[in-house]
C-alpha cells in the first residue's frame, strides 16, 4: 500500500473549518483514499474514501488533488466533539484481495473554544 | 453507517487466564472480520483476519496459539487471548467491512483488557 504523510498535530477554533492535508505521492491509480478518525479511547470511525473525485457526505468532505499525490479532509465547522486523531489511508486496489487497511500515525486535531 | 459492537468494552484478569472478546455485526453479515491491537500512544496494528468457515490469516509476529480467532457466524468473531500475561494488556479493536471483503471496514468501540 501506499505510504501517507500527516502533520502530526492541527488546531482549530471552534465553528472554523478545519483542512486536514495527507500526503500519498506513491498512490497507485487504482488505490482509494480513506480518511477514519479515532477520539480517544474509542475504535475508529469512518469518515469518507474517494478514488480520483471529490467526494462529500454529511460528515466532511474529501478534496484529492487531480495527480491525486496529495488530498484534504475538510470538516466544515468543527465543533468540540471532532477533536480526534483523524487517519488518512490508501488502501490497495479493492479487486486484489487485499482489504486490510494500515493505520499510520495520524493526525492530532484539537478543536479548541 | 453500519454498527459493530464489542463485548465486553473492558475487562480486568489476573496473569494466566484467559479472555475472550466478541466481536459482533449488528446490520449486516460479515464473512471476514478484523482484529487490531492498540498499545497506548501507539497506531492500530492489524493481528489477524477472521474468516468464516475457514483458519484465521494472522499477521507476522502474532503467534495464533496465543490469540485464537473463532469465526463462527455470518455476523459473530471471537478473539481469545489464552493465558494472558501483563504484556498483553492492551486496546483490541474489531472491524467488519459491509458487503464483501472489499467493502467500507467498520470498527467496534473496542475492548480495554488490563492483565494484572
Known amino acids: 500500500d501506499a505510504k501517507t504523510t500527516q502533520p502530526p498535530s492541527m488546531d482549530c477554533a471552534e465553528g472554523r473549518a478545519a483542512n486536514l492535508p495527507c500526503n500519498h505521492s506513491t498512490i497507485s491509480g487504482n488505490e482509494y483514499v480513506y480518511w477514519y478518525r479515532q477520539i480517544h479511547s474509542q475504535g475508529p470511525q469512518y469518515i469518507i474514501h474517494?478514488?480520483?473525485n471529490n467526494e462529500t457526505n454529511e460528515m466532511a468532505s474529501l478534496i484529492i488533488t487531480e495527480d491525486r499525490k496529495s488530498s484534504t479532509l475538510i470538516l466544515p465547522h468543527a465543533t468540540l466533539r471532532d477533536t480526534a486523531v483523524y487517519y488518512c489511508?490508501?488502501?490497495?486496489?479493492?479487486?486484489?484481495?487485499?482489504?486490510?487497511?494500515?493505520f499510520g500515525k495520524g493526525t492530532m486535531l484539537l478543536v479548541s473554544p | 453507517g453500519a454498527v459493530v459492537s464489542q463485548h465486553p468494552s473492558r475487562v480486568i484478569c489476573k496473569s494466566g487466564t484467559s479472555v475472550k472478546i466478541e466481536c459482533r455485526s449488528l446490520?449486516?453479515?460479515?464473512?471476514?472480520m478484523f482484529w487490531y491491537r492498540q498499545f497506548p500512544k501507539q497506531s492500530l496494528m492489524l493481528m489477524a483476519t477472521s474468516n468464516e468457515g475457514s483458519k484465521a490469516t494472522y499477521e507476522q509476529g502474532v503467534e495464533k496459539d496465543k490469540f485464537l480467532i473463532n469465526h463462527a457466524s455470518l455476523t459473530l468473531s471471537t478473539l481469545t487471548v489464552a493465558s494472558a500475561h501483563p504484556e498483553d494488556s492492551s486496546f483490541y479493536i474489531c472491524?467488519?467491512?459491509?458487503?464483501?471483503?472489499?467493502?467500507?471496514?467498520?470498527f467496534g468501540p473496542g475492548t480495554r483488557l488490563l492483565v494484572l
Open positions: 489511508i490508501v488502501r490497495a486496489d479493492l479487486n486484489s484481495g487485499y482489504s486490510t487497511l494500515t
Open positions: 474517494g478514488l480520483k
Open positions: 472491524s467488519a467491512p459491509q458487503g464483501d471483503y472489499r467493502g467500507t471496514q467498520y
Open positions: 446490520d449486516f453479515q460479515a464473512t471476514t
